[in-house]
T-cell receptor, first 112, second 116 residues
Framework: KQEVTQIPAALSVPEGENLVLNCSFTDSAIYNLQWFRQDPGKGLTSLLLIQSSQREQTSGRLNASLDKSSGRSTLYIAASQPGDSATYLCAGFTGTASKLTFGTGTRLQVTL | DTGVSQDPRHKITKRGQNVTFRCDPISEHNRLYWYRQTLGQGPEFLTYFQNEAQLEKSRLLSDRFSAERPKGSFSTLEIQRTEQGDSAMYLC??????????????FGSGTRLTVV
């Protein structure tokens, strides 16, 4: 069974800290990976898409990496802000339909 | 075009009733996906359309569930004889014809279904 694991499940940090969210996957058939943000009761907002050939993507204060050989991806958030508080989900692409297999997410709270 | 639209945002229904949800993808996107998310979990794949053709369905999509995408535009997801276990957030997403793997998914805001 394809599995995507996210650690930690929850994280609370003071404003201004840099932090790393981890995502690991056991299915070698996962070829690309996308990180999403989800606010309570809302849909998913795309943050970064990493193709296996790229290994790393950056957008503003966010940087995501992908290492297929070890089955790991990380999302680095620099200088965290209270507005970053949300659940962060990683999802791996598989198959010709490009289906996503999601982790259960990391719930982040950034405090003042 | 402001993204993927889903309607309704919330639906409360009694057990045994039928419900239908609608998704309007980004207009130039030919690929459309439905996912289901229960509380505290990541979304799970339900089904996938390329244009009007339903190309893949998950085992999660029991015979009480049916999805359509007439003319390759909007899509509907119908649940017949709803059960309490159907309570979840139903998410729709679309991607361009170059493929989700190349350009990623755009999700809608979801329809939250509560079966009482």
């Amino acid at each position: 069974k394809q599995e995507v694991t996210q650690i930690p499940a929850a994280l609370s940090v003071p404003e201004g800290e840099n932090l790393v969210l981890n995502c690991s996957f056991t299915d070698s058939a996962i070829y690309n990976l996308q990180w999403f943000r989800q606010d309570p009761g809302k849909g998913l907002t795309s943050l970064l898409l990493i193709q296996s050939s790229q290994r790393e993507q950056t957008s503003g204060r966010l940087n995501a990496s992908l290492d297929k050989s070890s089955g790991r991806s990380t999302l680095y958030i620099a200088a965290s802000q209270p507005g970053d508080s949300a659940t962060y989900l990683c999802a791996g692409f598989t198959g010709t339909a490009s289906k996503l297999t999601f982790g259960t997410g990391t719930r982040l709270q950034v405090t003042l | 075009d402001t993204g993927v639209s889903q309607d309704p945002r919330h639906k409360i229904t009694k057990r045994g009733q039928n419900v239908t949800f609608r998704c309007d993808p980004i207009s130039e996107h030919n690929r459309l996906y439905w996912y289901r998310q229960t509380l505290g979990q990541g979304p799970e794949f339900l089904t996938y359309f390329q244009n009007e053709a339903q190309l893949e369905k998950s085992r999660l999509l029991s015979d009480r569930f049916s999805a359509e995408r007439p003319k390759g535009s909007f899509s509907t997801l119908e649940i017949q004889r709803t059960e309490q276990g159907d309570s979840a957030m139903y998410l729709c997403a679309s991607s361009s014809k170059q493929g989700a793997a190349n350009y990623g998914y755009t999700f809608g805001s979801g329809t939250r279904l509560t079966v009482v």
